[in-house]
């Protein structure tokens, strides 16, 4: 083989590196896969799910809301948890005259039909049918205020209470108002077991 001078080898090597593709180098400046995309991966990280109790407080409150707005009171009968808490809402400075205003308070299910009109009020139906600034409330379990206290007997008290909560515009009354309907677990459902707003209904 005929030896080539040293310039013309030098320039071989020179075209060669040339014409070889560079090293596939991962950038550090790319972008981290979102927690989204995680949770589409196979084994990606875990997504914070609906509790088996909050989804069957959200299938209730389905059903009640379409009861309810629709004034199907047969089928809210079966929705309520007996008796019906509807005393205003006590807190602790008024704790100590409070306990003989709740069992006032208190309309059986014999006593529904006459009362019903007033818990399901125009306003109230407006409300739970246009769920505007509708409030949801999770209430744990063992809850230190006595209000909610008083409402557990009768229901799960392991479970915790869901309170749905509307202000609005009272225009017969030409005052702020609200609504709250409390449910609580009742076997494999949840029921309402109170209702208050600023108003008694008793």
Not at 75 to 100: C, V
Not at 122 to 143: N, T, Y
Not at 146 to 152: A, I, Q, T
Not at 178 to 183: C, L, P, T
Request: aromatic letters at 10%; proline letters at 8%; hydrophobic letters at 35%.
């Amino acid at each position: 083989m005929k030896n080539l001078p040293i310039p013309v080898i030098i320039a071989c090597a020179i075209i060669s590196s040339c014409g070889q593709p560079e090293p596939n180098h991962t950038s550090q400046n790319a972008v981290p896969p979102t927690e989204d995309t995680l949770a589409q991966m196979p084994g990606g990280g875990p997504r914070q799910q609906t509790s088996t109790n909050e989804q069957l407080f959200r299938t209730a409150l389905s059903s009640f809301r379409t009861a309810a707005t629709g004034g199907d009171y047969a089928t809210l009968e079966k929705m309520i948890r007996f008796p019906l808490q509807t005393a205003p809402k006590w807190t602790g400075d008024n704790i100590s005259t409070s306990h003989s205003d709740s069992a006032a308070g208190q309309v059986s299910q014999m006593q529904f039909a006459r009362f019903r009109d007033q818990i399901f009020s125009p306003d109230v139906k407006a409300g739970l049918e246009k769920e505007k600034q509708e409030e949801v409330r999770e209430i744990p379990a063992g809850a230190e205020n006595d209000y909610y206290r008083h409402l557990f007997p009768g229901i799960d008290s392991a479970a915790p209470l869901y309170e749905v909560y509307h202000p609005y515009a009272d225009k017969t009354r030409n005052a702020e108002n609200w609504f709250a309907f409390i449910f609580g677990k009742v076997g494999t459902t949840y029921k309402v077991t109170g209702f208050h707003s600023k108003w008694p209904v008793k």
